[in-house]
């Protein structure tokens, strides 16, 4: 490899790493405080980069927290699959009957995309937040979608119901225990949304299950 590709290698990868760790330091200062109260200067002091910087990675404010919402959100979904996945290897309706408690989990081990998440549902008047928020739902359906068609393929589950009824089941659960977190409601109601989990399990079992 020419040094000139060499360079232009070693600077790329200096902008990725640049990149990253806004993205790192602009999670925690979105979390800490909201979207609307985030000024970019802050922003940028928390990233020890001058505020043209920031423009010259994402354009603005938004685009910048739009890429940590996106990237934070993938993250989570991601660390949630694989907590069901092992479970789902092993049992699937242990996988589906511990949806909620592998969700607390993963928040407790990533509570500041919790918050972000919740940010963006309050901006969500913006197509294009709305369109994050959208997205990362989605894509947690559809994660829940393939542990139930699996146990229904299996026999596990009432071939009667439909697999999207049940999902969403399993999604209302999921907002409701978001919007329990966020607003600080008592431990016993995110201990009954564990449960709930548990009891809708059992609506959706076939009688010889």
Known sequence: ????RQVEKRTRLRGDERRASILRSAKRVFARSSYAE?????????SEVTEPMLYKHFGSKKGLFMAVLGESAEQFRDSLQERLT???EKDVLDALEHIIDEYLTAIKADPETQRLLFQAVTE???PDIAYCVGKHNRTM?????EL??????????DP???????????????LATQYGLMLNLSGDVV??????????LRGLRTHRA
Do not use: C
């Not at 985030?38 to 928390?46: D, F, G, K, P």
């Not at 009667?160 to 999921?174: C, K, L, R």
């Open 1 to 4: 490899m020419s040094d000139e």
């Open 38 to 46: 985030a000024s970019t200067s802050e922003l940028a002091r928390a």
């Open 86 to 88: 092992r479970r789902a």
């Open 124 to 126: 969500s008047s913006d």
């Open 141 to 145: 359906y559809q994660l829940l979608h």
């Open 148 to 157: 139930v068609e699996r146990a229904q393929q299996a026999g596990y589950l």
């Open 160 to 174: 009667m119901v439909s697999a999207d009824a049940a999902t969403w089941g399993y999604m209302s659960i999921i």
């Open 191 to 200: 201990r009954v949304q564990e449960e709930m989990s548990r009891v809708w």
